[in-house]
T-cell receptor, first 114, second 114 residues
Framework: ETGVTQTPRHLVMGMTNKKSLKCEQH?????MYWYKQSAKKPLELMFV???????ENNSVPSRFSPECPNSSHLFLHLHTLQPEDSALYLC?????????????FGQGTRLTVV | SQQGEEDPQALSIQEGENATMNCSYK?????LQWYRQNSGRGLVHLIL?????REKHSGRLRVTLDTSKKSSSLLITASRAADTASYFC??????????????FGSGTQLTVLP
């Protein structure tokens, strides 16, 4: 257990569905992240939140919409996804006020878009 | 954009042997980190080495860093079947050394045969 919990672990959705991924951390960290991991590709950083404020959006399509209501919770709202969006979505957190810190990852949500 | 490149992409060894994985990167870094990922799960932080360090040990892990060659290596000694996983290097650039600036490579898939 890393202290970062993601739900659901698996999700199958149609292209017209709307769903949300949830991430929760109990580590007292102030920064949270969404990563996408596709087969045979490096991890792609999607969004960064620092003290609930979005600080980075790495050219992610608008069909992915993040929400960070507080520094412990992070959501990724999904709508009208494409089959190529099927991937493992990983949430991570870190203590951003310190240097030389590592990221703590959740177990991921395996998303399949049909 | 991808910063670290791991080499080899895949490595298969017998239990008890040592495993060496290499990582090369392109720009100057604040620190370099190694992570492990079991199939379909989240990443787990293994070790962090600062840019002013040359070698670091943690249990059966030994990490080296050569900033002049922009490369790092991860050595796992006396490997076990349970070490089978993907191993990623990740670099942090920028003066803050913040984990939100982590950039991952594509990983090395290590298989340890019993």
């Amino acid at each position: 257990e890393t202290g970062v919990t993601q739900t659901p672990r698996h999700l199958v959705m149609g292209m017209t569905n709307k769903k949300s991924l949830k991430c929760e951390q109990h580590l007292g960290h102030n920064a949270m992240y969404w990563y996408k991991q596709s087969a045979k590709k490096p991890l792609e950083l999607m969004f960064v939140y620092n003290f609930k404020e979005q600080t980075e959006n790495n050219s992610v399509p608008s069909r992915f919409s993040p929400e960070c209501p507080n520094s412990s919770h992070l959501f990724l709202h999904l709508h009208t996804l494409q089959p190529e969006d099927s991937a493992l979505y990983l949430c991570a957190s870190s203590q951003d006020r310190q240097t030389n810190t590592e990221a703590f990852f959740g177990q991921g949500t395996r998303l399949t878009v049909v | 954009s991808q910063q670290g490149e791991e080499d080899p992409q895949a490595l298969s060894i017998q239990e008890g042997e040592n495993a060496t994985m290499n990582c090369s990167y392109k720009t100057s870094i604040n620190n370099l980190q190694w992570y492990r990922q079991n199939s379909g799960r989240g990443l787990v932080h293994l070790i962090l080495i600062r840019s002013n360090e040359r070698e670091k040990h943690s249990g059966r892990l030994r990490v080296t860093l050569d900033t002049s060659k922009k490369s790092s290596s991860l050595l796992i000694t006396a490997s076990r079947a349970a070490d089978t996983a993907s191993y990623f290097c990740a670099t942090v650039s920028g003066s803050s050394g913040s984990a939100r600036q982590l950039t991952f490579g594509s990983g090395t898939q290590l298989t340890v045969l019993p």
